[in-house]
């Protein structure tokens, strides 16, 4: 585990005959498998933990708990953002799946068995699994030491809401539920712990490698330079690899008993580890007769689960992107998380951007409806444009809203029709549109290496997903040295030798660590330039690019393998950098600042098929975009569009996490349900704008564009082909049937 980092050039071929390298077929000499013993219960005190009987099974190494774990007798807490995870739980345990013991086992199955022999005494406690009533005066505190169950409140003030909304000639007040949701990653979590002296190398399937880092030292009192995380291609994520999960518990097992550690959580596992975060947003909107949009006061009720995770930023982050894209000219967002017993809340593909455009781009077709408009008319009534002032304050740059709503409309329109209607099937048509911020601040670095043999090495941080961010990357590098892409090698992430970069997440990896390589690469071709003056005799500023190397004013080239061989280096490297400044630490006590580097913009249109005797909703036809800026792959730009749209699917018509009694019920794929080919729309397409910016386009990330407005596009086409409007996920058939029964006045 501890070898050099591993490099690779195009995986196009690893990828399709299956030969990526994956954390989950990792295994290292000695290693011991580990299992989690969890709480049966949603909230308890711990009595006793009786280890005895897993312990004394043979080929179990070690059974721990929080006590043979803890430094200097305390326990062991982490969390990426604020320390209120306990590693494993010492006194009591706040929802069903907290972790209490960790076995260490021979195998896997052996580890799983014994498991089922450590006894737990609990005294039981009171438990909130509703954000509404957690944040009541007589809800049971989730965390007994916290005055309360909220974790953060962020408000934005923008203009005078209450007097706008006092003087709009139509008032419309809606609460939309979305609820939680699980990410189901082909790939569950997984983590392989090896400690080498004072040190902890650390492989492990994440979208934040130094992330993991910070949060490993910081649990475990070391300073950073001793904890190393390496990763491979990781089988899936949409978030749920985002913040810091097993990691922390597998380095302190491995450290306690001084062999490799290994876990693997198992698909139920992956239930209780992390979640979407459910949500309940009141949305009142004042309009116009003319259907302008005058003021908008949204109050969002975010459920956190039992431990912080992100969602105090996440919050924040909602209230950000809470008034929707258009020009509103007065707006009031009120936006708190609460701790709940339930499952850790956690970045969920298109991350409190989703919950929030299933309430206004819902909503936006009512009032369209109320005041005679076409849904697409008043849209554009609205929309915001360049030179807009965003409720942040922000002068808005870059935007081409008019455009994406042209494309998805017209682009619908010219897909190849469904097939006929079928009796007692009706058929609709919606659109909706979204704005989302990404991470801010961030920071991105890379370091680019030349060798001798004139070969490129890229060593990165950001983690490849499927996504193909590092083909991306490479074509980046490849461009600006003027060099042939398959010459550029990537190494996996390594924070032993990958400079900083902040996640792989937020459709961050094109825009932030494209522009550290662009500026990485600028500085390589300029070191080598000066050497090439040097060699040549020639001012630097008379060479001129070539490919792989400079020509002089004669005509005469040189390559960069010259150049190292005359300048007597074996490689030459730069440090690229790119920064952003901003993000929600900087905004006022009224969300006044500069929210967000860049604003992701998108669309979709869709056509759905309502069967009115069973209420099962099929999504015919559908068309999405997006801003991309300057286009590096346009196949990759149209996989991410229509892969946005697929997954979106899930939580627009299928996916939800359901309690009882503080009990998650569908903790598999039974009973979870998620989209599979079958309920695949049989016509997508798809459409990327280029728009110019000072004369030039920049780079534009496009992960998430299309995951948000499916489901109010969805939501909206239902309404447009049966008149019922659904304010809560998923769109199930029961829920539709439900709403066509009160319709009929049944």
């Not at 009032?367 to 008043?378: R, S, T």
């Not at 902040?502 to 825009?511: E, M, N, Q």
Request: charged share 20%; hydrophobic share 40%.
């Amino acid at each position: 585990m501890n070898q050099p980092p591993d490099t690779q050039a195009s995986d196009a071929r690893a990828r399709v005959t299956g030969r990526l390298p994956f954390v989950l077929n990792e295994r290292v000499p000695g290693m011991l498998h580990a299992a989690l013993v969890r709480s049966s219960v949603p909230h308890a005190e711990i009595r006793a933990v009786d280890t005895g009987a897993a312990a004394a099974l043979p080929g179990v190494v070690a059974v721990l708990t929080a006590e043979d774990l803890a430094v200097n007798g305390d326990p062991l807490m982490f969390g990426d953002a604020r320390q209120d995870q306990p590693v494993l739980a010492h006194d009591r345990v706040r929802y069903v799946g907290d972790p209490v013991a960790i076995v260490l086992a021979e195998t896997r199955r052996l580890a799983i068995e014994a498991c089922s022999l450590v006894d737990v005494d609990y005294v039981d406690l009171p438990h909130v699994v509703d954000p509404r009533e957690a944040t009541s005066d007589a809800a049971s505190l989730v965390h007994e030491a916290q005055a309360g169950n909220v974790l953060a409140t962020w408000t934005l003030r923008h203009g005078d809401a209450d007097a706008a909304m006092a003087g709009a000639d139509r008032h419309y007040d809606d609460t939309y539920l979305s609820p939680p949701a699980s990410h189901v990653p082909m790939e569950p979590h997984v983590a392989l712990a090896q400690w080498t002296g004072d040190g902890v190398v650390i492989l492990t399937s994440t979208q934040a490698p130094h992330v993991v880092k910070e949060t490993v030292a910081r649990t475990l009192r070391l300073p950073e330079e001793q904890v190393r995380v390496r990763c491979r291609d990781v089988g899936g994520a949409y978030g749920a690899k985002v913040v810091t999960t097993i990691e922390p518990v597998v380095a302190a097992a491995a450290r306690a008993v001084g062999r490799p550690v290994r876990l693997e959580l198992s698909r139920s596992e992956e239930f209780h580890t992390v979640c979407k975060h459910a949500a309940r947003i009141r949305i009142r909107t004042g309009v116009r007769d003319d259907g302008r949009i005058v003021a908008r006061i949204v109050d969002v009720l975010w459920n956190a689960g039992a431990y912080a995770t992100n969602s105090a930023d996440a919050a924040g982050y909602g209230m950000v992107r809470a008034p929707g894209p258009y020009h509103v000219p007065n707006v009031s967002v009120t936006s708190t998380t609460a701790y709940t017993n339930t499952v850790p809340s956690g970045p969920f593909r298109g991350a409190m951007t989703s919950q929030l455009c299933w309430a206004y781009e819902s909503q936006i077709d009512d009032i369209a409806a109320d005041l005679g408009i076409d849904p697409v008319e008043i849209r554009r009534i609205n929309l915001l444009r360049e030179g807009d002032r965003y409720p942040t304050g922000e002068i808005m740059e870059d935007l081409h809203y008019d455009e994406i709503l042209d494309a998805v409309t017209s682009g619908l329109a010219a897909l190849p029709p469904a097939p006929p209607v079928r009796s007692g099937h009706v058929r609709g048509t919606g659109v909706a549109l979204v704005i989302k911020s990404t991470q801010t601040p961030s920071r991105s670095e890379c370091l680019i290496r030349l060798d001798a043999a004139g070969g490129v090495e890229l060593l990165i941080a950001s983690v490849e997903i499927g996504q193909g961010a590092h083909e991306t990357l490479r074509t980046l590098a490849a461009e600006a040295l003027g060099v042939p892409q398959s010459g550029v090698r990537v190494h996996l992430p390594d924070t032993a030798v990958a400079p900083y970069d902040s996640l792989t997440a937020s459709s961050r990896t094109t825009f932030a660590m494209g522009s550290a390589v662009q500026d990485a690469a600028a500085q390589l071709r300029e070191k080598l330039r000066g050497l090439a003056a040097a060699m040549s005799g020639t001012d630097p500023s008379r060479l001129r690019n070539a490919p792989g190397g400079f020509t002089d004013p004669g005509g005469s080239r040189c390559t960069y393998e010259e150049i190292l061989r005359h300048s007597g280096l074996d490689s030459c490297e730069a440090h690229g950098r790119w920064v952003s400044t901003g993000g929600l630490g900087s905004l006022d006590s009224n969300g006044q600042g500069s929210a967000s580097t860049h604003w992701h913009q998108g669309g979709v249109a869709v056509e759905v098929d309502v069967e009115l005797e069973t209420g099962k909703v099929r999504v015919l036809r559908a068309h999405g975009a997006c801003f991309s800026g300057r286009t590096v792959s346009p196949i990759r730009v149209r996989q991410q569009t229509d892969g946005g749209m697929i997954f979106g699917l899930g939580p627009a018509l299928f996916e939800e996490l359901l309690y009882e009694d503080g009990q998650i019920t569908n903790p598999n794929l039974s009973d979870y349900m998620i989209p599979s080919m079958l309920d695949m729309p049989p016509i997508l397409g798809g459409s990327a704008i280029e728009g110019p910016r000072g004369g030039r386009r920049e780079l534009h990330g496009v992960g998430e564009s299309t995951v948000p407005p499916m489901a109010p596009a969805i939501g909206n086409a239902i309404r447009a082909a049966c008149g019922i409007r659904i304010r809560e996920l998923p769109m199930t058939p029961e829920r539709v049937l439900r709403a066509l029964y009160e319709e009929a006045g049944a």
